[in-house]
């Protein structure tokens, strides 16, 4: 057998087990992180109404890793009953951040305004950050909608970051750290994280200094968090296929050793 149709052979079966591992379903003995466990009980722990701020740092490379942490992390505060303030440091956030907010916002009948607002995408994020610390009417007077802020109910009692208990920074990249630098050490903001597994280790000297609050990391930190909440969504099902493929890669590394050393012993 020649060695591109091997390699199609395994392709294709790397494609199978992923398919087969989202169509089937097994719940996986998922323990929730130390980091994971503090994420969820601060949450847990805000009385109604607090005002929290999502922020979506991210592009949409990044979704199939990034939706599962935002929706899991979306649906706790809307089910807690939070005012959430939406918004997007990168343009090609800003329509996802809004369809996550929105679709899951209408999950539990919440209205647009009262319980929740979008304020859309501002170019030069770290001047917006600091904008913010004075006045988020002035840095954003109008919503993604195009409505002027300043008349937006829910927004009426929310002038700067005094008024927000928490900023989650769902991330790709490093613009978690910029929140912590900006909004974090000027105007002594909480920062909380929900961010790609290939960042996790670039913000532990945040995590260590208290600077960061916590981090929910990954499709794994996603799948503890909906075990937390009680639900097993896309994080649960993304581990399963993610956990699967790496199996078959392992399997197909030591099959390929045999085969190699097995030839080479065949040859003399």
Not at 67 to 79: E, S, V
Not at 84 to 91: C, H, M, R
Not at 103 to 123: H, M, N, W
Not at 232 to 244: D, K, P, V
């Amino acid at each position: 057998m020649n060695r591109l149709k091997i390699r199609w052979i395994i392709f294709a079966g790397l494609a199978l087990v992923i398919i087969i591992s989202y169509i089937i379903r097994i719940d996986l003995d998922t323990k929730p992180s130390p980091l994971v466990q503090k994420s969820y009980d601060y949450i847990e722990s805000l009385p109604e109404s607090t005002v929290v701020m999502f922020c979506f740092d991210h592009e949409a490379s990044s979704l199939p890793e990034i939706k599962p942490i935002a929706l899991a992390m979306l649906r706790h505060a809307i089910r807690k009953n939070l005012k959430i303030i939406g918004l997007s440091t990168f343009a090609e956030g800003t329509a996802i951040g809004y369809m996550l907010m929105t679709k899951t916002a209408q999950e539990y009948g919440r209205e647009y305004g009262r319980d929740y607002v979008f304020l859309g995408f501002r170019p030069q994020h770290i001047s917006v950050f600091l904008a913010m610390g004075e006045s988020i009417s002035h840095a954003f007077p109008l919503d993604y909608l195009g409505n002027r802020v300043d008349t937006i109910p829910m927004m009426r009692a929310v002038d700067n970051y005094d008024d927000i208990d928490m900023v989650i920074s769902i991330a790709d990249g490093d613009r978690t750290t910029q929140w912590v630098e900006y909004a974090g050490a000027r105007y002594h903001q909480k920062i909380m994280g929900g961010i790609t597994s290939a960042m996790i280790t670039s913000y532990d000297p945040y995590l260590a200094s208290g600077q960061l609050y916590s981090v929910v990391g990954g499709l794994v930190g996603a799948a503890e968090y909906e075990i937390l909440l009680g639900t097993r969504a896309a994080g649960n099902r993304g581990i399963l296929a993610q956990t699967s493929a790496h199996i078959y890669v392992i399997a197909m590394i030591i099959i390929g050793n045999i085969v190699y050393f097995r030839m080479r012993k065949g040859r003399g």
